[in-house]
C-alpha cells in the first residue's frame, strides 16, 4: 500500500510540475549549478517583475538528452537553453533548433565569445588550468611540467568521455602547436589517469591522493579560501574555457520574454550576479572574483565552435585509444 500512495504521490507531484511549467512565461533549461540557476533567476525576475520563470537543472549531458527527446516528441518545453559549451549549441544552430537574435548587449562582449548571427551569447569564462595540493614537490607553471618524472603517477584529469569540459579542454590543448596529441600521450606514459569529472579531481587532489590535477578554475580556487591544501596555476601557455552560453529555442512560444532573459544576463548587472557568484564574467570592463588574477593576466586559448563539433568524434575516439575507453 505504501508503495502505491508512494507511486501516487511521485505522479502528481510530476503532473504539478509539469503544469506549473507549462504555466510559466519562461522556462530555462541549464547545466548551471542549484544556486547559481537559482541566483541568475532572482536576478531576472527583479529586472522584470511580472513574469513567471521556471527552470530545470540537470548535468548538460543529461539536460540535453531530456530536450532532444522532447524536440523529437514535437513538444519541446524549454525556451532558453543555459549550458556549459558553444559547441553543442553550434551543433543546435545547423539544426535550426536555436532563435537568432542580436542583442544589443553584445557590443561590450568581444566578438570571439558569441555568434556573429546571434544564435548564443557566452556568459561566463570558466578556465580549465592546474591545481596542485600545497605538499607537492614540484610547483607547476606549464601544462609540459605534468609530464615531468616529478609528477610521474600523480596526475588526476576529468575524461572528455564524460566531461563536456574535458573534450573541450582536450581540444583547445590539442590545438597547440608546441602541446597537440602527443602532448597526452606523454600525460598517458607518465601515469596520468583520466576518469570521471572535475569533482572527482579536486577531490583527489585536495585529498593528497593526486598531486596534481587539471580542473576547472573556481573549484580549488573556492576550496582555497575554504581552507583545503591547493594552489590553482593559469600555465604559460594559455588555457581552455567554456563559456556557459545562452540560447533561445526556434520552438519558443514566449520570444518576448527569452529576448529579455538574453539581454539581462548580458547586461552589466547580469553579469555581476555571475561574478558574485565566483566567475570570470564574459562582458568587458567588470573584473575578476577573489582569488583570480588580472583578466589581462589569463591567456585563454582559442578554439573555434565549428571545427571542434566537426572533429569531436574523432578527438573523442584519439582520446580512447591513448587512455583507453573508461570514463
Do not use: C
Amino acid at each position: 500500500m505504501n508503495k502505491i500512495v508512494s507511486a501516487f504521490s511521485a505522479l502528481a507531484a510530476t503532473a504539478m510540475l509539469a503544469g506549473a511549467v507549462e504555466a510559466a512565461d519562461l522556462v530555462i533549461y541549464t547545466s548551471q549549478p542549484n544556486e547559481d540557476a537559482q541566483a541568475t533567476v532572482d536576478g531576472f525576475k527583479a529586472a522584470n517583475p511580472g513574469l513567471e520563470v521556471e527552470w530545470v537543472r540537470d548535468g548538460t549531458p543529461k539536460i540535453m538528452a531530456k530536450l532532444m527527446a522532447e524536440i523529437e516528441a514535437g513538444n519541446p518545453v524549454a525556451d532558453i537553453l543555459l549550458i556549459a559549451d558553444t559547441v553543442t549549441l553550434e551543433r543546435m544552430k545547423q539544426a535550426g533548433q536555436l532563435m537568432a537574435y542580436k542583442s544589443p548587449e553584445a557590443q561590450n562582449f568581444d566578438a570571439a565569445l558569441y555568434d556573429a548571427d546571434g544564435h548564443y551569447y557566452s556568459t561566463k569564462l570558466i578556465t580549465t588550468g592546474i591545481m596542485y595540493n600545497t605538499q607537492a614537490g614540484m610547483k607547476p607553471t606549464s601544462w609540459k611540467d605534468l609530464t615531468k618524472a616529478e609528477a610521474k603517477g600523480l596526475v588526476a584529469m576529468p575524461s572528455p568521455l564524460t566531461s563536456g569540459a574535458a573534450l573541450i579542454h582536450a581540444q583547445t590543448l590539442a590545438g597547440v602547436d608546441s602541446l597537440g596529441w602527443d602532448y597526452y600521450r606523454s600525460l598517458k606514459d607518465n601515469g596520468a589517469v583520466a576518469s570521471g569529472g572535475n569533482g572527482a579531481v579536486l577531490k583527489s587532489v585536495a585529498s593528497g591522493e593526486k598531486a596534481y590535477g587539471m580542473v576547472v578554475d573556481y573549484m580549488p580556487i573556492r576550496e582555497k579560501a575554504k581552507g583545503a591544501p591547493v594552489e590553482f596555476v593559469f600555465p604559460e601557455e594559455g588555457v581552455s574555457a567554456v563559456t556557459e552560453p545562452v540560447a533561445i529555442l526556434s520552438s519558443t512560444e514566449h520570444a518576448d520574454a527569452a529576448k529579455k532573459f538574453i539581454d539581462y544576463i548580458l547586461s552589466e548587472e547580469g553579469q555581476k550576479v555571475q561574478l558574485g557568484l565566483g566567475y570570470i564574467p564574459a562582458r568587458n570592463g567588470l573584473g575578476v572574483p577573489k582569488g583570480f588574477p588580472a583578466r589581462d593576466q589569463i591567456k585563454v586559448l582559442p578554439i573555434d565552435a565549428a571545427d571542434a563539433l566537426k572533429t569531436s568524434e574523432e578527438d573523442l575516439k584519439t582520446f580512447s585509444d591513448i587512455f583507453g575507453t573508461a570514463g
